[in-house]
């Protein structure tokens, strides 16, 4: 388990929350963007989204925020329960066994994306635990993003609370 994600309604107030209330920081932020490869239970989507990066300690937290009122798994969720948490993030190495071992289960998959390279997938788990779970594949490019988030997070003096963050 590597990250919780949340829905907030404003990203940038979120962020100065995150950093006044608890210090944490600094916040990698990326958008709006369009997923580029975004499937929303199955069928094309094109969410307007922004994201933002943080690590408290070892657990990375994600901030989402939707800036239309396309289909999604945020709006879903946003709709359904209201803004914050959304889901557990699970990076894998073995992302087809993983999907499908998810199938197995009973978990639709809500959500599927290709992302500089490395695939990620929502499964609606929310019958059983209280969001989504994520998969995240294992890319080099992927852990090399995680690990400059994680390392500028240690001993952070905030200074520079939000840096831009490359997607693409």
Known sequence: MRQFGYIVEDIERSIRHYVDTYR???WFLAGPFTPPACLYRGKP??????LALAFSGHMMIELIQQHDDGPSVYRETRDRVG???HHVGIVTD???????RYARMGYEMAFYDVLQ???IAYFDTTRDLPGMT????FTPVAERRQSRVHWASLGWDGSEPVRKLTLG
């Open 83 to 85: 803004y914050g948490f």
């Open 134 to 137: 994520e998969l995240i594949e």
């Open 24 to 26: 944490i920081g600094p």
């Open 45 to 50: 989507s094109a969410p307007q989204l922004s």
């Open 117 to 119: 390279g490395g695939r």
């Open 94 to 100: 073995q992302f087809d066994r993983e999907v499908e």
